[in-house]
């Protein structure tokens, strides 16, 4: 789909980007489009980034982003998992150098989970679908959506999309198969191999999975 960039850093152009796009969108018959991030012009869709979407464990009650999840999980051929990064602001988090000077990435570990670096997107999706699903009064709010996007994304760089989580999480909600997929990471993975098999992404696993 194509539509009208708006370079530059700023806020005000991020968001002229996403009027363009949902302008576009609607123009091919998806009305109610939901913009993920945290350049979102709706409080929702900022809620939904996940530099602020919280997870809440079950043992000992700790809540952090869903980004500060993610980075502290990643495990590298020199090192991790990280998990000093958890809980901490996301932008530094994210930014951390031992993120990007550990070499490759092997797999995840999520406070004794292993996860494996493939589907690509299969650990993030999970944690995310997760953190949602303890949101109830955001994933209550998603349903009224046609569609989500996420501005920030860029498949050149990324790999992991919140709006693409969120549109599984809404694929298995409809289908009945949410409350199945959370069960275990092996049954949520079981659950959605079709998805995943159908991920088009010509992109190599990068060092950092951003």
């Known amino acids: 789909m194509d539509f009208k960039w708006h370079p530059g850093m700023a806020v005000s152009q991020k968001q002229k980007s996403i009027q363009e796009l949902h302008m576009v969108a609607k123009n091919n018959g998806i009305d109610s489009i939901l913009e993920v991030s945290s350049k979102s012009m709706n409080e929702l869709g900022v809620a939904l980034s996940a530099f602020n979407l919280c997870i809440t464990t079950k043992l000992k009650k700790q809540s952090f982003t869903v980004e500060t999840a993610f980075q502290g999980s990643k495990v590298f051929e020199q090192g991790g998992p990280f998990v000093d990064l958890i809980g901490m602001d996301s932008l530094t988090a994210k930014k951390d150098l031992r993120i990007k000077e550990s070499g490759n990435l092997t797999h995840f570990e999520f406070f004794g989970k292993i996860f494996p670096n493939t589907p690509r997107t299969f650990f993030y999706d999970w944690l995310y679908i997760n953190a949602l699903v303890q949101n109830q009064d955001l994933a209550a709010q998603v349903a009224m959506y046609d569609a989500f996007s996420d501005i920030e994304f860029n498949p050149k760089k990324s790999i992991n999309c919140q709006a693409y989580s969120i ?21 949520f993975l079981s659950l959605t191999a079709n998805q995943y098999s159908n991920q088009l992404r010509a992109k190599p696993i990068q060092i950092s999975m951003i």
Do not use: C, H, R, T
Not at 177 to 187: G, H, R, Y
């Open 167 to 187: 549109a599984l999480y809404v694929s298995l909600n409809k289908n009945g198969l949410l409350e199945q997929a959370l069960i275990s990471p092996d049954s």
